[in-house]
């Protein structure tokens, strides 16, 4: 059964770098895109990007120019970087396996959802 | 504002049955499946449907999934006090700016 686990700093001051990483326990890592979403207090989900095994990642066009997401396959774990912080980024930060997975025997994903998420990580830019 | 539109509440007594609209383009619902979470306060959102509906396993099947166009549909039958929760739908935005994209979100209020 696959497990997220993820950590990071929880209290940032506006101009920061949050940093987050989510390791995959149980499961391949092969074969999926791997996500991270967040959500604001009393407010909906977003999605933040998404990676693969081999690096190829998407972003949202919202927040593209201060995000980054890398890979480290050799630790199954998968990484998010959001840079020049400000109290609008406060929220509550998911990793999770999907939206998109393989299909089987072939380089092409599609959409499926995602299935396993991590247990969140509260996020706060405060001065 | 979200991409995809989603009643902001419903409302339902114990027992009966309610649906959850989600409303998108041709770009995201319209060629791509949709997907449904169940999020109770506090925790982690839960995959409800995949594939417009197909449910994972442990998912009772008082929880449906339909499409049709460019909408889809929750549907949750027998509902009970432990449905109260937040429904969000999702899908992918084939566009130029290509990406995940959620609903706003629809509270789910059992009577």
């Known amino acids: 059964q696959v497990q997220l686990q993820q950590w990071g700093a929880g209290l940032l001051k506006p101009s920061e770098t949050l940093s987050l990483t989510c390791a995959v326990y149980?499961?391949?890592?092969?074969?999926?895109?791997w996500s991270w979403i967040r959500q604001p207090p009393g407010k909906g989900l977003e999605w933040i990007g998404e990676?693969?095994?081999?690096?190829?990642?998407n972003y949202n066009p919202s927040l593209k120019s201060r995000v980054t997401i890398s890979v480290d396959t050799s630790k199954n774990q998968f990484s998010l970087k959001l840079s020049s912080v400000t109290a609008a980024d406060t929220a509550v930060y998911y990793c999770?396996?999907?939206?998109?997975?393989?299909?089987?025997?072939?380089?092409?994903?599609?959409?499926?959802?995602?299935?396993?998420w991590g247990q969140g990580t509260t996020v706060t830019v405060s001065s | 504002q979200s991409v995809l539109t989603q009643p902001p509440s419903v409302s339902a007594a114990p027992g009966q049955k309610v649906t959850i609209s989600c409303s998108g383009s041709?770009?995201?619902?319209?060629?791509?499946?949709v997907s449904w979470y169940q999020q109770l306060p506090g925790t982690a959102p839960k995959l409800l449907i995949y594939?417009?509906?197909k449910r994972p396993s442990g998912i009772p099947d008082r929880f449906s999934g339909s499409k049709s166009g460019t909408s889809a549909t929750l549907g949750i039958t027998g509902l009970q006090t432990g449905d109260e929760a937040d429904y969000y739908c999702?899908?992918?935005?084939?566009?130029?700016?290509?990406?995940?994209?959620f609903g706003g979100g629809t509270k789910l209020t059992v009577l």
């Open positions: 999770a396996r999907g939206p998109r997975i393989a299909v089987a025997g072939t380089n092409r994903y599609y959409y499926y959802g995602m299935d396993v």
């Open positions: 149980g499961g391949s890592f092969s074969g999926y895109y």
């Open positions: 999702g899908t992918w935005d084939s566009s130029l700016s290509a990406g995940g994209v």
């Open positions: 990676i693969n095994h081999s690096g190829s990642t």
């Open positions: 594939e417009n509906n």
């Open positions: 041709s770009s995201n619902i319209g060629n791509n499946y």
